[in-house]
Structures are given as structure tokens and as C-alpha cells.
């Protein structure tokens, strides 16, 4: 390990920095991946974060159904898919926050807020993901709405 580190700072710092870059590229769509999959599968423990999650799938699938003949329609969904992702953000400032004040007195807690942001950063992340392109989004809304009046029923 040692010896990967010194051959990398050995390398100029435009390539160090384009290797952290890739790095956290790949980290990035390795663990939106990770919580996409996930989510889908554990929420069936927690209705009301499954039925927030198909609603962000609805709205995506909606956007890209739509944006042609309706784009106001389209404008407002895609705002509206921003300001989760900016909600959830902000649940991570908090958690960052929490964890720096509570850490005073238990320390653990520190890491606590940090593994809380992180969550919180990878589900704002989620609500803005990009679409899966083996779907076709009309076919998608048929099944979440149907699940969404399944999970309301």
C-alpha cells in the first residue's frame, strides 16, 4: 500500500488529481447504485420511504413522458425532484451539525453524524439519478402508480 501512495505522489499533480476525481466518480456511481438497489428491496419495511421514492420514480418518469408536449408540466416536476434532493441535503448539514455538537460530550457520535450525512447525501442523489435506460418510463408509471394505490390501500 505504501508503495502505490509514494509511486502516486511521485506523478504530477494534474494526474493525481484526475485519479482522485475518477476515484470518487466511480465511488459516487458505485454507492447510488448500491442504495438504488437497496431501497427498492428494504423499503417494504418502512411504507412511507417506499411511497417517497416511488413518487420520485413517478415524477422521472413523467418528466421524460412528457417534457415534449407538456414542458411546463415537466419543468415543475423536475423542480419539484430538486428540492428533495436539496431537503435530504439539508437533513445532512443537520446530521453533520448533530454529530459536531453531541461529539463534545460522546465522542462516537462524531462518526455517527458522518455516517448519517453520507446516507443523507446518497438518497439526495438518488432523487436526481438519472433514468435507467433498459425501462420504458410509460410502462413504469402503470406500475408505480399501481403500487403506490397498493402501498395507499
Same mark, same amino acid.
Given at each position: 500500500m505504501e508503495q502505490i501512495i509514494s509511486t502516486v505522489t511521485a506523478w504530477p %499533480? %494534474?494526474?493525481q488529481g484526475?485519479?482522485?476525481?475518477?476515484?470518487?466518480?466511480? /465511488?459516487?456511481? $458505485?454507492?447510488?447504485?448500491? +442504495?438504488?438497489y437497496t431501497s427498492r428491496h428494504i423499503t417494504i419495511i418502512n411504507k412511507e420511504h417506499?411511497?417517497?421514492?416511488?413518487?420520485?420514480?413517478?415524477?422521472?418518469?413523467? *418528466?421524460?413522458?412528457?417534457y415534449k408536449?407538456?414542458?411546463e408540466k415537466a419543468g415543475f416536476l423536475m423542480v419539484s425532484l430538486v428540492y428533495t434532493a436539496i431537503e435530504d441535503i439539508s437533513k /445532512?448539514?443537520?446530521?453533520? *451539525?448533530? &454529530? /459536531?455538537? $453531541?461529539?463534545?460530550?460522546?465522542?462516537?457520535?462524531? +462518526? *455517527? &453524524?458522518y455516517v448519517m450525512a453520507v446516507y443523507y447525501l446518497i438518497q439526495a442523489l438518488d432523487s436526481v439519478r438519472s433514468w435507467d435506460n433498459e425501462k420504458?418510463? /410509460?410502462?413504469?408509471?402503470?406500475?408505480?402508480?399501481k403500487e403506490l394505490n397498493d402501498l395507499n390501500a
Open positions: %499533480i %494534474i494526474l484526475a485519479l482522485g476525481s475518477g476515484l470518487f466518480a466511480i /465511488a459516487s456511481y $458505485v454507492f447510488q447504485k448500491l +442504495y438504488s417506499r411511497r417517497s421514492r416511488l413518487r420520485n420514480d413517478l415524477g422521472r418518469c413523467i *418528466v421524460l413522458t412528457t408536449e407538456e414542458p /445532512a448539514l443537520l446530521m453533520l *451539525v448533530f &454529530g /459536531a455538537i $453531541v461529539s463534545s460530550f460522546i465522542p462516537i457520535f462524531e +462518526y *455517527v &453524524g420504458e418510463p /410509460a410502462t413504469e408509471i402503470e406500475r408505480i402508480e
